[in-house]
């Protein structure tokens, strides 16, 4: 009886300690209550680090990147509301990854890059299987719609949130981007 009361009470603490945000059904009509899009073109946030996230929302605010609606929300909300949208969503358990048997050319443009014309590898930032870091973004299991996306923004410059980000997507081609997109993402 015991170990059940203690169970049950650290069942509902938890919950408390992870209720929703004030503010999560603005977010949550793009991203899901628990950080799993529904739109193609919408990324998944569920356990992606806080700190990525406020980084993003920033870029937004100031214009580094663009989106019509994403950039209206981040201009409005303050820091003291943002941080536990952000929290919340980086305690959502990640979205799940896809086949980990990329195919041979993605695996080796992933693993290696093309050293001979300054490719460098996607692993060394993000990390094996595509599971990021506090700093860079999970990529395993994303959109394949938006990672074409984002790579094809880096690529063009309209996405200026990382300079080196953008260099490394200039020397992809488009064949490139969609082989990656396929290998790491879902649908």
């Given amino acids: 009886m015991r170990q059940t009361l203690a ?16 503010g999560l059904e603005a977010c949550a009509r793009c991203h899901g209550v628990d950080g799993i899009a529904t739109d193609p073109a919408t990324p998944h946030l569920a356990g992606l680090d806080a700190g990525y996230l406020s980084r993003q929302v920033a ?15 981040a201009g409005d ?6 941080a536990p949208l952000l929290r919340w969503y980086a305690s959502r358990p ?10 041979g050319a993605a695996q080796t443009l992933y693993d290696e890059g093309r050293t001979q014309i300054g490719t460098p590898a996607c692993v060394t ?14 990529l395993a299991g ?3 719609a938006y990672l074409v996306a984002q790579l ?3 690529r063009s410059g309209r996405r200026g ?3 080196a980000m953008t260099e490394t997507a200039r020397s992809l081609s488009a064949g490139d981007i969609r082989a990656l997109a396929d290998a790491l993402g879902r649908d």
Wanted: aromatic residues 8%; hydrophobic residues 45%; proline residues 10%.
């Fill in 94 to 103: 990640p979205f799940p990854a896809g086949d980990a048997a990329r195919p």
């Fill in 7 to 22: 169970a049950l009470a650290a069942a509902f603490l938890s919950t408390l300690a992870f209720a929703a945000p004030a």
């Fill in 77 to 82: 909300i303050d820091a003291e509301r943002l």
């Fill in 152 to 154: 094809e923004a880096f």
């Fill in 59 to 73: 870029a937004f605010a100031d214009g580094r990147r663009r989106q019509d609606d994403m950039s209206t929300l």
């Fill in 142 to 144: 994303q959109k394949k």
């Fill in 125 to 138: 930032c993000h990390q094996p299987d595509g599971v990021g870091n506090a700093r860079f973004p999970r």
């Fill in 161 to 163: 949130t990382d300079p």
